[in-house]
């Protein structure tokens, strides 16, 4: 679920555009984001923002081999978090009036699903029942052996629909990639353009998100930029040179970019009063995932948490190989936290679970 939603420190705080928030609070983020590294994670990027003032923290090294420094708003592949990219188009066409969350599936994709009685609602919440046969690697050799296997989105969404369904549309709650595929391919199949192209000219110009962009045909990211790296065996290995299963998961940003996009999103700058509200529309997670998102609810494309000092927080989480990302943002749209992670640690449950929290840490101390 995480790839599909999911050295010595050397630290520094550095400034965006505008000033620094108060010393205590930047020394806060600080030692938060120096807990991630300290479970062994090489690289962490954690920005804090008010909508007035912001402050990025760097932690580690961006190459083991070299000890290079984190650079300032290093690029990452943001893996899941671009399922709120897409419900966030989807929703704005249907603020268009051109299509409505309730429309059947077979009425933009005939076939794609076989004619079962699926929803756009359904896709963006997860309650299709449609399961994910997307490829991944498990082992070092695999993933040098699969890391440029680029396959159409079609194909994919045909595999997980031969596995079979897990529940009846609207009955279950499933994380499903491939449901987001579709979603994908029906923004293309209603405005005539690619997916890409539709979140640049609605979200990524519209906001300024100058280092936020799709690589396309490209294994690289632009730098600057941490190294990707995964666990095979204990041993750490550079997985940065590689294509994502998930098309949209392949899309570079920054922390920077991420505040600006879900600040703007929940302070109502992207969608209508009307759409943003069923966005925000939620259904509890799944039994499974609840460890992952504690206390989580899911609208469409984005994930509502509590806040220990009281209140929910919202965002999305992403996590693919070599990157893990986290997301929080106030109702409001006023503060929000983005934490970069270069490593899962994945190697077991526990570990991973550990990361997982003590990343949400600096995102909720940052809200709080």
Same mark, same amino acid.
């Given at each position: 679920m995480l790839r599909h939603l999911i050295a010595t420190a050397a630290v520094a705080a550095t400034v965006g555009a505008v000033p620094t928030p108060a010393p205590a609070r930047s020394i806060e983020l600080r030692r938060n984001a120096e807990a991630v590294h300290a479970l062994g994670v090489p690289?962490?990027?954690?920005?804090?923002?008010?909508?007035?003032?912001?402050?990025?923290?760097?932690?580690?090294?961006?190459?083991?081999?070299?000890?290079?420094?984190? %650079? %300032?708003?290093?690029?990452?592949?943001?893996?899941?978090?671009?399922?709120?990219?897409?419900?966030?188009?989807?929703?704005?066409?249907?603020?268009?009036?051109?299509?409505?969350?309730?429309?059947?599936? #077979?009425?933009?994709? %005939?076939?794609?699903?076989?004619?079962?009685?699926?929803?756009?609602?359904?896709?963006?919440?997860?309650?299709?029942?449609?399961?994910?046969?997307?490829?991944?690697? #498990?082992? #070092?050799? #695999?993933?040098?052996?699969?890391?440029?296997?680029?396959? %159409?989105?079609?194909?994919?969404?045909?595999?997980?629909?031969a596995r079979g369904w897990l529940f009846e549309p609207g009955e279950g709650w499933s994380y499903s990639t491939a449901a987001y595929l579709i979603a994908d391919m029906i923004i293309e199949r209603v405005t005539g353009r690619p997916w890409h192209r539709e979140f640049e000219r609605r979200i990524f110009a519209p906001l300024g998100l100058r280092h936020t962009y799709w690589p396309g045909s490209s294994p690289e990211i632009e730098r600057p930029h941490a190294r990707a790296y995964e666990l095979f065996d204990g041993e750490l290995v550079d997985v940065t040179s590689r294509f994502t299963a998930y098309p949209a998961g392949g899309v570079v940003s920054t922390t920077g970019d991420l505040d600006r996009f879900f600040r703007a999103l929940l302070g109502g700058r992207l969608l209508r009063p009307t759409e943003l509200a069923a966005m925000m529309d939620t259904v509890p997670v799944s039994a499974d995932v609840e460890p992952i998102w504690p206390g989580g609810l899911y609208g469409l494309g984005l994930v509502s948490r509590e806040l220990p000092c009281g209140g929910r927080y919202w965002g999305h989480d992403g996590g693919d190989a070599g990157t893990i990302t986290t997301v929080g943002v106030t109702a409001d749209g006023r503060r929000g936290a983005v934490v970069n992670a270069n490593l899962a640690l994945d190697d077991t449950v526990d570990h991973l679970l550990t990361q997982l929290h003590t990343t949400d840490r600096v995102v909720t101390d940052a809200l709080c």
């Open positions: 690289a962490v990027q954690a920005w804090a923002s008010d909508g007035r003032h912001a402050a990025v923290v760097r932690v580690g090294v961006a190459d083991i081999r070299t000890g290079r420094p984190v %650079p %300032p708003n290093g690029a990452f592949r943001i893996a899941s978090t671009a399922k709120t990219l897409t419900a966030t188009v989807i929703l704005q066409l249907v603020g268009e009036g051109r299509l409505s969350v309730d429309d059947p599936v #077979e009425r933009w994709l %005939p076939g794609v699903v076989h004619g079962r009685a699926i929803t756009v609602r359904q896709l963006l919440q997860h309650t299709s029942g449609l399961r994910d046969a997307l490829p991944g690697w #498990e082992t #070092e050799a #695999e993933y040098y052996r699969m890391r440029y296997q680029r396959d %159409p989105m079609a194909e994919l969404v045909e595999r997980s629909v």
